[in-house]
């Protein structure tokens, strides 16, 4: 009898200790999956970067605009081409006139001066430009010399009947030719820079 009190009693404190004997498991197991977790979770550090094999210089000069032509060239044409020895000369004899005789007198030689001055600065300047330019260069000449005559005629005929009418239409002539010649010295100017030479167009040698 007693020893079946004494196995009852020890049953029931081996009940009592399982729930704490598997308690115990837990907690030990427990730190493991922690230890799993956190090795999962944990952030990994991202490789430095490589320095740029690109010299700063090489940087530096790709990010610099490029230069760009401005009107400095332009703006030296105007100022040469201003002092060119046909419009020094007229403007002397348009000072010195004093008579409407003497004015017309004026413009007419400039514009002849103009006149014998394109064939020389077109040949100048066909010499200096490439062969696309050259070849357009030939076109446009052309058709100056198609319709010349007949704007000097529209300009004489439109003028004739007023009382100044012979100067008007020398003064526009003039300034007819001078645009043709300013054209192509500008040419020869953005090639070679400088003007050609006026000399032979305002000689009284007889062009032959």
């Known amino acids: 009898m007693k020893n079946t009190r004494f196995s009852a009693l020890f049953l029931a404190c081996v009940l009592m200790l399982l729930p704490a004997l598997f ?3 837990g907690e030990i197991n427990e730190p493991a999956s922690l230890s799993s977790s956190s090795s999962i979770a944990e952030p990994t550090e991202n490789p430095p970067e490589e320095p740029s094999s690109q010299p700063e210089s090489e940087i530096a000069a790709s990010q610099r605009p490029e230069a760009t032509e401005g009107p400095a060239q332009m703006a030296d044409f105007e100022e040469v081409f201003a002092e060119n020895p046909i419009d020094t000369k007229l403007s002397d004899d348009l000072s010195e006139a004093s008579s409407s005789k003497a004015i017309f007198k004026a413009y007419e030689t400039a514009g002849k001066y103009w006149k014998e001055m394109i064939p020389l600065a077109y040949n100048a300047a066909k010499e200096v430009v490439g062969e696309e330019d050259r070849v357009q260069l030939e076109q446009d000449q052309q058709t100056w010399k198609d319709t010349i005559d007949d704007i000097i005629s529209a300009i004489q005929e439109e003028n004739e009947d007023s009382s100044d009418g012979k100067i008007t239409s020398a003064r526009l ?11 192509l010295c500008e040419i020869i100017f953005a090639e070679t820079g400088k003007l050609p030479d006026f000399s032979p167009a305002m000689s009284d040698t007889p062009k032959g």
């Open 23 to 25: 308690s115990g498991c």
């Open 173 to 183: 002539i003039e300034e007819r030719y001078r645009e043709t010649a300013k054209t």
